[in-house]
């Protein structure tokens, strides 16, 4: 049985995330999909728990998608789940260079785990979560760039 792990921040999650989740979702017995607890973030738009709830209500529709959190090393957490694949996306070159880097510094932590690597689908290449916050901020239309399903949890941050 091959279980992989997404890990990203999702904060908010995009119809790019989701993309790569589907189709990860295909290629494994079991994706775990894992919000990172990251210390050093305090501008996020969502807590960690928003965005798993976030995740669920978007990948409902994909029985073996799992969703978590973690805090610390990737690797360390691939081994107490017993997972033995990273799933990264690519959206460009610039992409490929710090996740190819992650990828050695993963691989000399722990040899067991492998990462593979998914190319975004071409009509997603310039989402980012960063890029669906700006615009939300500044009142534009996001519907194109998110799940439908957290559109208003998106908005409603920007109304306060």
């Known amino acids: 049985m ?6 990203g921040s999702f904060d908010p999650v995009t119809n790019g995330h989701l993309d790569i989740i589907e189709r990860a979702s ?4 079991t994706l775990v999909v894992a919000v ?15 965005r798993k709830e976030h995740l669920r209500m978007v ?15 990737l690797v360390e957490f691939a081994n107490e789940i017993d997972a033995k694949v990273v799933i990264r996306g ?8 710090s996740e190819f880097q992650m990828a050695l510094i993963n691989r000399s932590l722990n040899t067991s785990v492998e990462t593979f690597f998914i190319s ?11 890029m669906v916050k700006e615009v939300a901020m500044f009142g534009g239309n996001i519907v194109d ?7 208003d949890f998106v908005l409603d941050k920007y109304k306060k």
């Open 120 to 130: 975004t689908s071409v009509e997603y290449l310039y989402l980012s979560s960063s």
């Open 26 to 29: 295909k290629l494994v017995d």
């Open 36 to 50: 990172l607890e990251n210390p050093n973030k305090s501008s996020s738009l969502f807590t960690v728990d928003e």
């Open 90 to 97: 690519l959206r460009a070159v610039t992409d490929f260079e």
């Open 145 to 151: 760039m998110i799940p439908a399903e957290i559109k």
């Open 59 to 73: 990948t409902k529709h994909l029985g073996n998608v799992e969703i978590s959190s973690f805090k610390g090393l």
């Open 2 to 7: 091959l279980k992989a792990i997404y890990p």
